[in-house]
């Protein structure tokens, strides 16, 4: 089963779809990014993630050269082509190539990529345990809702976490959680199901809409604030959300013992309704 490469509305072996050594994603990371799973086959969430590629292309007037109806047929195409149990869509626009210069360039057509690789599960042991994680400064831009190429933040923090032997880092800005490196984060306090609100300073994940949601069912009382580091360690549960991890318990977070130190009722409940959903 191959992995799966298109640039520029054509589908393309892997070694041929090479971009320009000028190309702004490259040069300034001008451009924005959207990463779909799919389930047997089906792309998951497909239209949130679209509108959501539309929207940050729009905040960054950032052109969108192929209607809805062509990406659906492509994203469908590759899918089919690459043939995996479960795959990663990886879409990336970028403003073109051009010779650098800050502002934008004109008459440039846009980059378009697309990538399509197996994505395998996630480890069912890890999640039944669940994961580890550390805090770290969110040093990222102003605009973190837009899903940005602009990742040397979270590619720093993600690191940090690594090599302090845990699986996230968990960001905070002026002593209040943001949100995960690649996540989004939320907390069970006395059966409230508490996570940052949708603003400038989150990403507003598709899988958080959709986890709100699956609490709102579960008859779980929400709060889109943000919490306080303090107020993170003393939560009933922790967890995250994302594309990738889906539902994901924190047992750990900076070396203290989150709850009873596994995955609580809450957390399992949530992701045995994303898996039902999945299914
Ligand atoms: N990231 N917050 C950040 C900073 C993220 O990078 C992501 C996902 C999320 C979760 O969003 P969603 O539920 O839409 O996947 C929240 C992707 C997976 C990535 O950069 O690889």
Redesign the pocket.
């Known amino acids: 089963m191959p992995d799966i490469a298109f640039l520029n509305g054509r589908f393309l072996p892997w070694g041929e779809a090479t971009v320009s050594i000028e190309d702004r994603g490259f040069q300034f990371g001008d451009g924005v ?1 959207e ?1 779909i799973r799919t389930y047997h086959g089906r792309p998951f969430e497909l239209e949130a ?1 679209l509108n ?1 590629l539309d929207r940050s292309a729009n905040e960054l007037s950032l052109p969108r050269p192929y209607s809805r109806a062509q990406w659906r047929e492509w994203i469908q195409r590759g899918i089919e082509e690459a043939g995996f149990p479960e795959a990663k869509v990886y879409i990336q626009i970028t403003r073109g190539a051009a010779p650098r210069d800050h502002a934008f360039p004109v008459d440039v057509s846009p980059t378009v990529v697309m990538t399509i690789r197996e994505l395998p599960p996630f480890p069912a042991q890890t999640r039944a345990t669940g994961v580890t994680a550390k805090t770290c400064d969110d040093l990222r831009w102003a605009r ?1 809702d837009i ?1 940005s190429l602009n ?1 040397l933040a ?1 590619v720093l923090a993600r690191e940090e976490a690594k090599r302090a032997g845990v699986f996230e880092a968990i960001l905070v800005k002026d002593g209040l959680v943001t ?6 984060v939320m907390a069970v306090q006395a059966g409230t199901v508490v996570t940052a609100p949708e603003g400038p300073r ?2 507003s ?4 809409t959709v986890v709100l949601e699956l609490a709102r069912k579960e008859g779980l009382t929400l709060r889109e604030q943000f919490m306080s580091l303090e107020s993170l360690y003393a939560a009933d549960e922790v967890f995250l ?4 991890v889906e539902v994901l318990g924190v047992i750990r977070v900076d070396g203290r013992t989150i709850g009873a130190g596994s995955p609580g009722p809450v957390t399992r409940a949530l992701a045995a309704r994303m898996t039902a959903l999945a299914g």
């Open positions: 990014y990463v993630h959501r973190c899903k990742l979270n949100e995960g490196a690649v996540s989004n989150i990403l994940g598709v899988t958080r959300t994302g594309t990738t």
